[in-house]
């Protein structure tokens, strides 16, 4: 049974959409913007059973799902035969007869994501599959290395074969309310990343606020991020609903505002495919189906394709198989 055809392999933004350039900062409609957090916490609440798909459209929901997934290894005992196998599931994250069975025998993962050090490691095992290579950069995972040693870190990634840079920011200048710190520190990496798409990852779970969120995202478009994202996936708290639904209305009110397409990526905490079905249904509702392409939306996932195997071998067979008879994700 055919579900969909196989994918194309433009995964950046910049290929297909003009670049989010920035644009001056503009403080008041930063202090403008609020948070009605009960009201967000209503509406995310209600999305899980208001969303639902079944049998072919559930399957289809989920090819998409995997040609959205950062696929991603930020452990300290990584390995460069870590790293080569899990590119390896980036350009064949499906088994042969699941994939053949669906018609999707050419699908792939929307990006491989590492540490610098397996930076080339990572751009030879996905050489001519047109994946991408994003490395977390800037002092990952708290951001508080020298200012210059970020920058640095970002040329250097870039310089390694980085075609994305995840970025994070000093958490300090939302928390403060130093604005014009926060926009000066982004558009300073933005500028280190060059030619490569870069991910600003606002560490959602330590911002307090929703309002804080909903400021810190307006500020990281605003100094030209061409992604944000909520998490490094090393806080106590990840990616939520409520927090990605303040940060794709954000996303909403600037495309509104400049005409420009930034994308969105929640990671961390997201591990089974029910989960990523309701992010799925969230982009749709808030932003439409342009958002639902890799060029403007990711998973940051590690153990989320493992469960959409699974889910798509059920569909295919009828029965739930181990986790351990799908290759290592």
């Avoid at 870590?82 to 590119?87: A, G, N, P």
Wanted: glycine share 8%.
């Amino acid at each position: 049974m055919t579900t969909q055809t196989a994918p194309s392999t433009t995964h950046l933004p910049q290929t297909v959409e003009p670049r989010n350039p920035g644009m001056e900062l503009d403080l008041s409609w930063v202090r403008s913007v609020q948070a009605n957090t009960s009201a967000i916490e209503r509406r995310a609440k209600t999305l899980p059973g208001r969303r639902s798909v079944k049998k072919e459209y559930q399957a289809a929901w989920l090819l998409r799902a995997i040609e959205c997934i950062d696929l991603t290894t930020l452990s300290g005992d990584d390995t460069s035969e870590r790293v080569r196998r899990l590119c390896a599931k980036a350009r064949m994250p499906l088994r042969n007869d699941i994939a053949d069975a669906l018609g999707m025998s050419g699908i792939q993962t929307g990006a491989i994501c590492v540490y610098h050090d397996m930076i080339e490691t990572a751009v030879d095992a996905l050489k001519g599959s047109g994946i991408p290579v994003a490395a977390v950069s800037t002092g990952f995972p708290a951001g508080l290395s020298p200012f210059h040693l970020r920058v640095a870190e970002i040329e250097e990634s870039v310089k390694a074969g980085a075609a994305e840079i995840d970025i994070v920011i000093s958490r300090r200048h939302v928390l403060s309310g130093d604005w014009q710190a926060l926009y000066e520190e982004m558009r300073a990496f933005r500028m280190a990343c060059g030619d490569a798409h870069v991910k600003a990852i606002l560490a959602t779970g330590e911002l307090g606020t929703l309002r804080n969120v909903a400021r810190a995202s307006l500020i990281c478009m605003m100094a030209g991020a061409d992604f944000i994202k909520t998490s490094t996936g090393k806080e106590s708290v990840n990616a939520t609903l409520p927090v990605s639904l303040v940060m794709i209305r954000a996303i909403r009110d600037y495309h509104e505002r400049t005409g420009f397409r930034v994308g969105y990526k929640p990671a961390g905490g997201i591990s089974k495919a029910k989960d990523a079905l309701v992010y799925l249904a969230l982009m749709k509702d808030e932003l439409g189906d342009r958002w639902l392409q890799p060029d403007l939306f990711r998973f940051g996932a590690s153990s989320l394709l493992n469960d959409i195997e699974r889910q798509l071998e059920h569909h295919v067979t009828g029965a739930y198989s181990a986790g351990y008879r799908h290759a290592l994700a």
